[in-house]
């Protein structure tokens, strides 16, 4: 997939028609347990695509059983540098704002792991010595299980997670597409966010849980889409984020109570709908939410 | 003078939890939450607010209207797609330069955009360094070198002899800044399987850094026979696992009072944490 990215504004990934995301400001508040549960709840009576987002720290694949999939490679165009044209100008050098290139000794370094792949250097080398080459930066994993997964993995010391982000929403092939974003409010989150319908902001009743949520919160009015609360563990901690949801007119869609054996069952890769009828109850509800797209953003 | 990292790799095992109990236990520490997308350890540790710095980031582009002769040399060279009817989506804009570096007439300007801020609080334990990055902001990894030098900065002045660095979730850049260099990380992990996947993974990140790691396993009740499984593969990498954390309600307590576990004496969880300090002090000597 090397080449220009994406224009990010007001386009669809793949062919989906409805894109649901699942994101949240704090870590392990049971995203990666929502989304899951929820693409099974909703690939009863639909053509679901799973999307694990979340290319740092990948999960989802630990909850589904019997997945194949294909594995391919997230590129990104890496500068490499002829030493046969290259006249040691240092031009290079002094344009890279990542300071990913060096002149040693009269030849230009090219320190990968920092490369944001703008093409500056090459557009910009006076001897045309800088030419363009596949850096791989990741993997999009794409099958099938219960219903259509793909996963995107940042390599290790890469950066440019943004990318590989990017490569795994445009795998989608099928209508209605669940996406587990990354944990926080950062580059990363935005980009998972990014073009969808509808976005359940999961929380917990905790003061990190608060704090996160209202980051992630303005996150998500920043582009303008739609959302509401899943407050997840709901019966510990206390209501301060129920209240700041009633004041900022965020809608609180569930409210999900602590179940140490959904806890345990989780660690063991087993899913909450599987535990008791309520729980499979509690997720066709919240799936019956999240595809109306209910939910206020003020 | 030394610094121990805090991370995870999942999010949500207990970090922040457990860097409160240690700053609370230690004694000339400066901590330093580069959490910055989510920084969480002044709720604990009875931070009064500092003065607040502007962080900027790398610079943006802007288009000065007056000296674009409307070419597009800019938007054709932008792999960001942030330049639209002449003009950068700020948002979007990576500051690689490209733009102003094409530009025939020079009408690309570089402009600072805040990108977040950054602080040093004073805390009931010593000084907090922390920061806030705005959402869907790039450059976390330089803010979190921003915190990272800050910190060191106060150690410098004799505020402390030990950095204590609570560390971002995930694996990518802010947690490579937030790792490099110190003496050594402690992995909080927990029993689950995408626990274990992930402790993998920054296990992989520290080796390929050269980092002195040590584990602990935090709700290790959650699930006894992974417990065995995470101590087994910290074995198979020869990383000690210094403390184990049972399940405990007193840490919601804790933080719901704005408060450190170890600060409830009956707390399982902070006994646990107490027993673990003792162990890692006598490393970081």
Request: hydrophobic share 40%.
């Amino acid at each position: 997939m090397i080449g220009r990215f994406e224009r990010p504004i007001h386009v669809k990934w793949g062919v989906s028609l409805l894109l649901i995301a699942v994101a949240s400001g704090k870590g392990g508040t049971g995203k990666t347990t929502i989304a899951v549960n929820l693409a099974m709840v909703l690939s009863e009576t639909n053509s679901v695509c799973l999307v694990d987002a979340d290319a740092e720290q990948p999960n989802a694949h630990l909850l589904l059983k019997d997945l194949e999939y294909e594995a391919s490679d997230v590129v990104v165009p890496m500068p490499v540098i002829d030493n046969d044209l290259c006249s040691g100008c240092g031009e290079c050098v002094q344009v890279c704002a990542h300071n990913a290139l060096a002149l040693v000794g009269g030849k230009v370094m090219v320190f990968s792991d920092l490369c944001h792949s703008c093409g500056g250097c090459v557009l910009l080398c006076p001897e045309g010595a800088i030419v363009e080459r596949e850096r791989t930066i990741g993997t999009v994993r794409r099958g099938v299980a219960e219903f259509e997964f793909i996963q995107g993995e940042l390599n290790v010391t890469q950066m440019l997670v943004q990318s590989v982000i990017r490569a795994a929403k445009q795998a989608i092939g099928q209508q209605l597409a669940i996406i587990d974003c990354p944990p926080g409010s950062s580059c990363a989150m935005v980009e998972a966010i990014r073009g969808v319908d509808y976005c359940l902001l999961v929380t917990e009743p905790t003061p990190f849980g608060l704090h996160d949520l209202q980051l992630a919160h303005e996150a998500v009015r920043s582009y303008q889409i739609p959302s509401g609360v899943v407050v997840n563990r709901c019966d510990i901690g206390d209501d301060a984020v129920l209240k700041y949801c009633q004041a900022s007119g965020l809608s609180v869609v569930a409210e999900l109570p602590y179940d140490l054996n959904v806890a345990r069952a989780g660690s063991r890769g087993k899913l909450a709908i599987e535990v008791s009828k309520e729980w499979n109850d509690r997720f066709s509800d919240l799936a019956r939410i999240a595809v109306a797209g209910k939910g206020g953003l003020k | 003078m030394k610094q121990l990292a805090v991370i995870s790799g999942k999010g949500g095992t207990g970090k922040t939890t457990v860097v409160g109990g240690l700053c609370a236990l230690a004694s000339d520490a400066v901590f330093v939450d580069a959490d910055v997308d989510a920084a969480n350890l002044g709720l604990i540790l009875g931070t009064h607010p500092g003065q607040r710095h502007p962080f900027y980031g790398l610079k943006k582009a802007s288009i000065d209207r007056k000296r674009c002769v409307e070419c597009l040399s800019c938007a054709d060279a932008c792999r960001q797609n942030a330049i639209f009817d002449f003009e950068v989506d700020t948002k979007i804009c990576a500051g690689c330069r490209v733009c102003y570096h094409v530009c025939p007439e020079k009408a690309v300007d570089l402009i600072d955009v805040i990108q977040g801020h950054w602080e040093v609080s004073d805390t009931r334990y010593g000084y907090l360094v922390h920061a806030r990055l705005c959402p869907g902001a790039s450059n976390s990894g330089q803010l979190v070198s921003k915190v990272r030098s800050q910190g060191q900065q106060l150690v410098d002045s004799n505020a402390g002899s030990l950095i204590i660095i609570d560390g971002p979730a995930g694996s990518g850049c802010p947690v490579i800044s937030a790792i490099t260099g110190v003496d050594l990380v402690l992995i909080v992990t927990e029993p689950s399987l995408s626990g274990i996947r992930d402790l993998k993974k920054v296990v992989s990140l520290c080796e390929h850094f050269r980092l002195q790691m040590v584990a602990c396993i935090n709700k290790y009740d959650l699930n006894r026979d992974l417990m065995v499984d995470i101590e087994e593969a910290c074995k198979n990498r020869g990383i000690d696992v210094v403390g184990r954390i049972p399940l405990d309600r007193s840490v919601m307590e804790a933080m719901t009072a704005g408060r450190v576990v170890v600060s409830y004496p009956d707390s399982d969880a902070g006994c646990a944490i107490n027993e673990m300090w003792r162990g890692l002090e006598h490393r970081l000597r």
